[in-house]
């Protein structure tokens, strides 16, 4: 996934956000596949287990029966169909996730060689929050930052001001406060 472009910023950004809420003892289920940020988070001293490709969509069984208290979700949201239902089917009381943002100036990312690297949602701030919420979870913090590339053109010189990537920080909110 990452022969040519490895996230560096985003890497750095989203390692910093993560050990800046979840102490490094807690243990992770991180929604997706193994990845180069898994490895990450290990040799930052959190215990992580990654889904195993299911469709979450249709499968939650591995969200189910985790015992983390903690579960990540980069750039995975807007991939399903349906993340209301993988969010409600979490466990643990700790969220920390981040998802592209909409930009107004480029379509909708889809690659026309892996069926499952497509986005069915970007997402703007306010839906993500949105999305949050009716699923039961609070937003304690987030963050939000750019991706600039290092082409010409108008998109890019837009990618250096316009916010591409949102994190947020999210507590599991008691059903009586709901």
Do not use: C
């Not at 399903?80 to 409600?88: A, D, W, Y």
């Not at 100036?105 to 060689?113: G, L, V």
Request: glycine fraction near 2%; hydrophobic fraction near 40%; charged fraction near 30%.
């Amino acid at each position: 996934m990452y022969e040519k472009t490895y996230p560096n910023k985003r890497f750095k950004l989203t390692a910093e956000f993560l050990t800046k809420h979840i102490e490094p003892q807690a243990k992770i289920l991180d929604l997706g596949v193994e990845n180069p940020f898994s490895k990450i988070m290990k040799d930052n001293g959190y215990s992580v287990e990654n889904t195993k490709g299911e469709d979450l969509d249709l499968d939650t069984q591995t969200i189910e029966k985790s015992d983390a208290t903690v579960v990540t979700a980069f750039e995975i949201f807007e991939h399903l169909l349906s993340p209301f239902t993988v969010l409600q089917s979490i466990k643990a009381d700790k969220l920390v996730a981040s998802v592209p943002l909409k930009l107004w100036f480029a379509s909708a990312y889809r690659s026309k060689t892996d069926m499952r690297d497509r986005h069915f949602h970007e997402f703007e701030d306010w839906q993500f929050d949105w999305l949050l919420e009716k699923a039961g979870w609070k937003i304690i913090d987030m963050q939000k930052w750019t991706n600039p590339t290092k082409k010409i053109g108008i998109r890019p010189i837009l990618r250096f001001f316009t916010p591409r990537y949102y994190i947020v920080y999210a507590e599991r909110v008691e059903e009586s406060n709901l």
